[in-house]
Nanobody, 128 residues
Framework: QVQLVESGVGLVQAGGPLRLSCAAS????????MGWFRRAPGKVRAFVAA????????YYADSLKVRFTISRDNANNTVYLKMNSLKPEDTAVYYC?????????????????????WGQGTQVTVSS
C-alpha cells in the first residue's frame, strides 16, 4: 500500500502562484511514477502532470505545461506541483496519484485508470 497526502494553500487570487505537495509513504518502492489530476466543478477528472521517480521525466497536459511544473524530491518521497498565473478556471480538487507499473508512454501516464493509489484531494480555489 502507498499512502498519499496532498497539501497546499487552498485559496489564491487570479494571477498568483501556488504550490501543492504530495507526500508518499508506505511501500513507496512500489511506485514508478506520480501524477496530478484535477476535478473541476461539474467536470470529469482531468490529467494535469506526471513525473517518473527514476530519471525525473515529466509529462503535462498540453494546455497547462506553460504554467504548471511538476517536480519530485526522491529523498523525501514527495512530489510537487507548482502552478503559476492561476486562473479562475483552475479551481478544482487536485489529486495526486501513484502508478505502480513503469511507463514512458504519455497515453498511460495521463490516464487515471493506470494509477493504483490516490490521495484524498485538496481544494484549490482561484478568485477573480
Amino acid at each position: 500500500q502507498v499512502q498519499l497526502v496532498e497539501s497546499g494553500v487552498g485559496l489564491v487570487q487570479a494571477g498568483g502562484p501556488l504550490r501543492l505537495s504530495c507526500a508518499a509513504s508506505g511501500r513507496t518502492f512500489g511506485s514508478s511514477s506520480m501524477g496530478w489530476f484535477r476535478r473541476a466543478p461539474g467536470k470529469v477528472r482531468a490529467f494535469v502532470a506526471a513525473i517518473i521517480w527514476s530519471g525525473g521525466n515529466t509529462y503535462y497536459a498540453d494546455s497547462l505545461k506553460v504554467r504548471f511544473t511538476i517536480s519530485r524530491d526522491n529523498a523525501n518521497n514527495t512530489v510537487y506541483l507548482k502552478m503559476n498565473s492561476l486562473k479562475p478556471e483552475d479551481t478544482a480538487v487536485y489529486y495526486c496519484a501513484s502508478k505502480k507499473y513503469a511507463s514512458s508512454w504519455y497515453k498511460l501516464l495521463s490516464s487515471g485508470n493506470e494509477y493504483n493509489y490516490w490521495g484524498q484531494g485538496t481544494q484549490v480555489t482561484v478568485s477573480s
